[in-house]
C-alpha cells in the first residue's frame, strides 16, 4: 500500500519561496513516476510538475518554469517541489502523486498516469 504523505504548505507574501516535501510511508513506493498537481478554489485540479524516478526526466507546467524546482531522494524515498517567486496565482492545494510504472514522457503531466494520491498541502500566496 502506497501511503503518500506532503509537508511544506503554508502562507507566504508574493515573490517569496516554501518547499513542500512528499513521502511515502507505505510499504510499495511510487517507483516509475511522482509529481505535483494542484487545485484552486473553483478551478479543475492542473499538472504542476513530474519527475521520472530512475532516469530523473523532469516535466513542468508552463505556468511553473524558471520558478519552480522538483527533484527526489533516491536513498530517503522523498520527493521535493521547490517554489520560487511566488505569486497570488499559485495559492492551491498541492497534491503529492505517484506512479507505479514508468510513464513516456509526454505523459507526465497527465492525471490518469498517477495511481496515487496525497491528502494534499494548502499553500496560500498573499499579495
Known amino acids: 500500500q502506497v501511503q503518500l504523505v506532503e509537508s511544506g504548505g503554508g502562507f507566504v507574501q508574493a515573490g517569496g519561496s516554501l518547499r513542500l516535501s512528499c513521502s511515502d510511508s507505505?510499504?510499495?513506493?511510487?517507483?516509475?513516476?511522482m509529481g505535483w498537481f494542484r487545485q484552486a478554489p473553483g478551478k479543475e485540479r492542473e499538472f504542476v510538475a513530474a519527475?521520472?524516478?530512475?532516469?530523473?526526466?523532469?516535466a513542468y507546467a508552463d505556468s511553473v518554469k524558471g520558478r519552480f524546482v522538483i527533484s527526489r531522494d533516491r536513498a530517503k524515498n522523498a520527493m521535493y517541489l521547490d517554489m520560487a517567486s511566488l505569486k497570488p496565482e499559485d495559492t492551491a492545494v498541492y497534491y503529492c502523486?505517484?506512479?507505479?510504472?514508468?510513464?513516456?514522457?509526454?505523459?507526465?503531466?497527465?492525471?490518469?498516469?498517477?495511481?496515487?494520491w496525497g491528502q494534499g498541502t494548502q499553500v496560500t500566496v498573499s499579495s
Open positions: 507505505g510499504r510499495t513506493f511510487s517507483s516509475g513516476a
Open positions: 519527475i521520472r524516478w530512475i532516469e530523473g526526466n523532469k
Open positions: 502523486v505517484g506512479s507505479r510504472r514508468r510513464p513516456i514522457l509526454p505523459a507526465m503531466s497527465s492525471r490518469q498516469t498517477y495511481d496515487d
